[in-house]
């Protein structure tokens, strides 16, 4: 079966680091994506993982460990506008063109 | 900028009513998927277009139809919208299967019946 696990709701202050976890277990595994979603706008592509370790962006990172079926979106230095929705999402396999989605981690950022 | 547009953002129809709702894309991909979209939850895809070979989900119920006239549009059908259909409706693209192939989504159509 294909399940995709992430916490429903997170809580962070202004200026801290939050970390967001993911476990997966899918059929089938070609990488992790991670979006992020604000309240009625379109998820918007943050970060792609396929092989282990950890993938820096400015203040946001992303690991993966796929022996463990399991990633973390950090978020450093949080700003108000950070407040949103956070998606990992399993990439489409050889074959099918579909992406297993979890069912978001919302976050609030508090001043 | 290349893009996925859908039209309109916001879309009030009456239960029963048929509605179609659109997405063109500029980015000339293959993959055009639809997704709907509940509060709190995640994207739940209801179909996707590889070219012009359709795949529908298993659990999309036949009330939704969807039309891919060309590589640049794609329309979603609701045919008898019922109230647990008001949702926002995600339309989504991607090149193929291939590493770090992320998806582009558009704006999504927020649908509300009445």
């Known amino acids: 079966g294909q399940n995709i696990d992430q916490p429903t709701e997170m809580t962070a202050t202004e200026g801290a680091i939050v970390q967001i976890n993911c476990t997966y277990q899918t059929s089938g595994f070609n990488g992790l994506f991670w979006y992020q979603q604000h309240a009625g706008e379109a998820p918007t592509f943050l970060s792609y993982n396929v092989l282990d370790g950890l993938e820096e962006k400015g203040r946001f990172s992303s690991f993966l460990s796929r022996s463990k079926g399991y990633s973390y979106l950090l978020l450093k230095e949080l700003q108000m506008k950070d407040s949103a929705s956070y998606l990992c999402a399993v990439g489409p396999t050889s074959g099918t063109y579909k992406y297993i989605f979890g069912t978001g981690t919302r976050l609030k950022v508090l001043a | 900028d290349a893009m996925v547009i859908q039209n309109p953002r916001y879309q009030v129809t009456q239960f029963g009513k048929p509605v179609t709702l659109s997405c063109s894309q500029t980015l000339n991909h293959n993959v055009m998927y639809w997704y709907q979209q509940k509060s709190s939850q995640a994207p739940k895809l209801l179909f996707h277009y590889y070219d012009k070979d359709f795949n529908n989900e298993a659990d999309t119920p036949d009330n939704f139809q969807s039309r891919r006239p060309n590589t640049s549009f794609c329309f979603l059908d609701i045919r008898s919208p019922g109230l647990g259909d008001a949702a926002m409706y995600l339309c989504?693209?991607?090149?193929?299967?291939?590493?770090?192939?992320?998806?582009?989504f558009g704006p999504g159509t927020r649908l509300l019946v009445l």
């Open positions: 989504a693209t991607s090149r193929g299967p291939g590493l770090k192939e992320t998806q582009y």
